[in-house]
T-cell receptor, first 114, second 112 residues
Framework: EAQVTQNPRYLITVTGKKLTVTCSQN?????MSWYRQDPGLGLRQIYY???????DKGDVPEGYKVSRKEKRNFPLILESPSPNQTSLYFC?????????????FGPGTRLTVL | GESVGLHLPTLSVQEGDNSIINCAYS??????FIWYKQESGKGPQFIID?????DKRQGQRVTVLLNKTVKHLSLQIAATQPGDSAVYFC???????????FGKGTMLLVSP
């Protein structure tokens, strides 16, 4: 089954404790992206990657890092989480070779930083 | 946890009615538009898309209309069902490796 998976689905942590949210897709998509979703603000892009070893900042990159060492994986790293990073996070992937920008989303990771 | 549906405009309809959800997009250069549906506790799910060289596209029970003159997009859902209750987002982008820009969403509530 074609899908985007994220882990963990739920995480409660404390300020300053480094964490990683993993994202993996099995559709051989080149493009992957991370969003955060907050009430009243909608989906905002954090980082995106056009292919392996190619990453770029989205609209709200501060406090986040990403890496793209393999095509299928795109982890999101919070080196020193803060309470304002409490949010719902989505990973997405797509492939322009199919002449579409449709992004396929993972199920989400709800992060709470205390 | 707090729902992403808070603070959103809401459309309430009866089961069987037709629903129309509207979206104003921001970039006149955008050439690709998508509607997503997001149910509570899930990620956004693709519904239908349309390119800027079209002004209407139909799917199963859904129709998207594009008016480039006024930068307006709408999603029509025929014979709305309780299972259609969700938040609906429009997104706009440019062809190729585009980054999509999402609207804030509209919550659709369908009463039996």
């Amino acid at each position: 089954e074609a899908q985007v998976t994220q882990n963990p689905r739920y995480l409660i942590t404390v300020t300053g404790k480094k964490l990683t949210v993993t994202c993996s897709q099995n559709m051989n998509h080149e493009y992957m992206s991370w969003y955060r979703q907050d009430p009243g603000l909608g989906l905002r892009q954090i980082y995106y990657s056009m292919n392996v070893e190619v990453t770029d900042k989205g609209d709200v990159p501060e406090g986040y890092k990403v890496s793209r060492k393999e095509k299928r994986n795109f982890p999101l790293i919070l080196e020193s989480p803060s309470p304002n990073q409490t949010s719902l996070y989505f990973c997405a992937s797509s492939s322009p070779q199919y002449h579409t920008d449709t992004q396929y989303f993972g199920p989400g990771t709800r992060l709470t930083v205390l | 946890g707090e729902s992403v549906g808070l603070h959103l405009p809401t459309l309430s309809v009866q089961e069987g009615d037709n629903s129309i959800i509207n979206c104003a997009y921001s970039n006149s250069a955008s050439d690709y538009f998508i509607w997503y549906k997001q149910e509570s506790g899930k990620g956004p799910q693709f519904i239908i898309d349309i390119r800027s060289n079209m002004d209407k596209r139909q799917g199963q029970r859904v129709t998207v209309l594009l008016n480039k003159t006024v930068k307006h997009l709408s999603l029509q859902i025929a014979a709305t069902q309780p299972g259609d209750s969700a938040v609906y987002f429009c997104a706009e982008g440019l062809g190729g490796y585009s980054t999509l820009t999402f609207g804030k969403g509209t919550m659709l509530l369908v009463s039996p």
